[in-house]
């Protein structure tokens, strides 16, 4: 019975070590969300983001396990992640200010639309080329 007890202790801690946690940041998405998606007219637009979810700011990429690599991040993403840390999910004010600040910068370099008018356009951000996927 100990040893039964051991070993179903030690696959826990094992368990709980070996488990690699998401580093999703749901406050940035929700605010994302209410933004730009909660009251857009253009269903294209909300159906897109909501298809994308995660990949509004990241990229389509796997890890050397092949689960989701969260570190890519498309064009968007990396502005927004200059911007705000993990200690920030909890200020809603900052995330806000920095949805805005990221909006009027270049998507593409100098001559390209800004993230917020490819949102107007009703293009997902962090793909600057395409329309709405």
């Not at 946690?21 to 749901?26: I, L, T, V």
């Not at 389509?60 to 570190?71: A, M, S």
């Amino acid at each position: 019975m100990k040893r039964v007890l051991l070993a179903l202790l030690c696959a826990v801690v094992l368990g709980s070590v070996a488990h690699t946690s998401a580093d999703a940041r749901p406050a940035f998405r929700k605010q994302f969300w209410a933004k730009y998606v909660k009251d857009n007219p253009n269903a294209e637009f909300v159906n897109a983001a909501k298809k994308a979810n995660c990949l509004v700011c990241h990229e389509d990429k796997k890890d050397e396990k092949g689960k989701p690599d969260r570190k890519a991040r498309n064009t968007y993403g990396q502005q927004l992640a200059k911007r705000l840390t993990k200690e920030d999910q909890k200020n809603v004010e900052k995330i806000q200010q920095m949805l805005d600040e990221v909006s009027k910068l270049p998507s593409n370099g100098d001559d390209s639309p800004t993230f917020g008018q490819l949102i107007e356009q009703g293009k997902l951000p962090g793909s600057p080329t395409s329309a709405s996927q």
